[in-house]
């Protein structure tokens, strides 16, 4: 409780100076990061010209309360409630103080309640629920008061700064350096030797000056190498609410995440904290931190590949470069099932061990392992390696009877993947395609692949199960026309 009490009352001092230098911002025409630099700095040197209201319980002191309302009172509120009360005399309970507030039942839909609060002279109310938690809106609270000194807070800050924060957004901090989650240097750069360290260390010999050169030159020839072959894919950020512990700011506008629980959004990929309003802002170009992207099953493919700056997953290529090194003529590839508890173990390889996974010949003889475990990869996607947004299209031009027309449609929607996916996906393809040149050894048709491959790369989206039933003959088509036009359609 003491804790608590610590917390509460240090984001009232946050939250108060905030708003102070809001104002000044408007006389002095202080910056957004000047703002952010006085509260880290300079907080305890000024004065508060505003005062905000702390929470106060207004208990239900009644000695009759108990015979008349306690059989009514539902067991997740206490003393702040004050039975079925009217508006009016919950306001002329309120008067007493700002910050004051109650719960009573709403007298026109028995079974309601209402939070009561005084903020800005008037009496406020909000439809109060629970569902394990208490919340008026999208944040949920263990507690009544912890409700109110969170709502408090916003409106605090959303009235007194109302003006400056409808501007907040104008002119971010984002649109000069992107966003300061990836602005501080990765670790193993800072303690990389480069040119000019060499030149300045008062203590490196000549063969020292050397080395770094030589190192530096080679470093950045690799970068140079690796980004020319690379694509730059677009990624929209992951954001999801989030409590943050102590003061924060946007990562976009630079201004304070005011609140005490749920301040603002993360990205769950890149790690940027902004506020919800400010990630509407924010341009798609999440760049994945592999502190963030712990697995490689199950992850998005997109936020994969530029998570590791590869062109495909990683899984994708080690399987198909196994597969073909020495399976290509084994007799039903890719329709024979390996052992499952094996299967398993390559995927935890590759969610350990990344690209260094270990699936050679000598750790798994069995090549329908391989196949089974690339099989598992694309069912795992959260997003289907033909996405729920092409889908449609996908299905349409399996159903067209004119061959042209097929290839029209399908180009068509080719060019409504993702181009993570697509690249992909042409990669699968022409993988697949090799397949069928050795049908006669591994009995491994177009058709026979479209079957197996059909219902792995392809879900229907928020369909009923049988109009999904239905679509797995089309889904077989896709992939079987996919296969055979590989060569025109890439």
């Given amino acids: 409780m003491e804790l608590c009490r610590q917390l509460f009352c240090s984001l009232w001092a946050v939250a108060e100076l905030y708003v102070e230098l809001l104002v000044l911002v408007h006389r002095s025409q202080l910056s957004s990061s000047e703002v952010q630099q006085e509260l880290r700095t300079n907080g305890g040197h000024l004065s508060c010209l505003l005062v905000l209201p702390e929470p106060k319980i207004l208990m239900n002191t009644d000695h009759l309360f108990g015979n008349l309302t306690v059989e009514n009172r539902p067991k997740y509120y206490g003393r702040e409630f004050h039975g079925m009360i009217s508006r009016e005399e919950a306001d002329q309970l309120l008067s007493v103080a700002e910050g004051s507030y109650l719960i009573r039942e709403s007298q026109r839909q028995p079974g309601t309640y209402t939070l009561a609060l005084r903020f800005g002279s008037q009496t406020r109310n909000f439809r109060l629920y629970y569902d394990g938690k208490h919340f008026v809106g999208e944040k949920r609270f263990e507690s009544i008061h912890d409700l109110v000194t969170d709502g408090l807070i916003t409106l605090y800050i959303e009235t007194k700064a109302a003006e400056y924060i409808a501007k907040m957004t104008i002119n971010p901090i984002y649109e000069h350096i992107g966003y300061t989650t990836l602005n501080r240097e990765p670790a193993h750069k800072k303690h990389m030797p480069t040119l000019r360290d060499a030149h300045d260390g008062k203590d490196s010999t000549g063969e020292d000056e050397v080395a770094e050169k030589r190192l530096t030159s080679l470093v950045r020839r690799a970068t ?15 954001f999801k609410v989030h409590t943050f512990r102590g003061p924060h700011w946007c990562e976009y506008c630079a201004n304070f995440m005011w609140g005490l629980i749920a301040q603002g959004v993360k990205c769950a990929d890149c790690g940027l904290n902004v506020h919800k309003q400010c990630s509407k802002m924010v341009p798609n170009d999440c760049k994945p931190d592999l502190k963030h992207v712990k697995k490689v099953y199950s992850c998005d493919l997109t936020t994969l590949v530029k998570a590791h ?3 495909r997953p990683m899984v994708v290529d080690m399987c198909i470069r196994e597969i073909e090194s020495r399976g290509l003529n084994s007799e039903g590839l890719y329709r024979v099932s390996g052992f499952s508890d094996l299967i398993e173990d390559v995927k935890m390889a590759f969610d350990r061990d990344g690209e260094k996974a270990d699936i050679s010949v000598n750790m798994y003889e069995d090549i329908n392992i391989i196949t089974g475990a690339l099989k598992l990869y694309f069912r795992d996607l959260p997003i289907p390696l033909i996405t729920y947004d092409a889908y449609p299209k996908f299905i349409e031009s399996a159903k067209t009877t004119d061959p042209d027309e097929q290839l029209e449609i399908l180009h068509e929607a080719l060019k409504l993947l993702p181009p993570a996916h697509c690249e992909t996906l042409r990669y699968l393809m022409a993988h697949l395609k090799r397949v069928t040149l050795h049908e006669k050894e591994n009995l491994m048709s177009a058709e026979n ?9 392809m879900r229907a989206p928020e369909l009923d199960a049988m109009a999904a039933l239905n679509d797995i003959r089309y889904q077989r088509l896709v992939v ?10 890439f």
């Avoid at 692949?449 to 790369?457: A, C, E, R």
């Fill in 449 to 457: 692949l479209g079957i197996v491959f059909g219902p792995t790369l």
């Fill in 309 to 311: 700056f590869t062109k």
């Fill in 480 to 489: 079987e026309m996919l296969i055979k036009n590989e060569d025109i359609l």
């Fill in 224 to 238: 140079l190498k690796e980004n020319e072959h690379v694509p730059k894919y677009e990624k929209i950020h992951n």
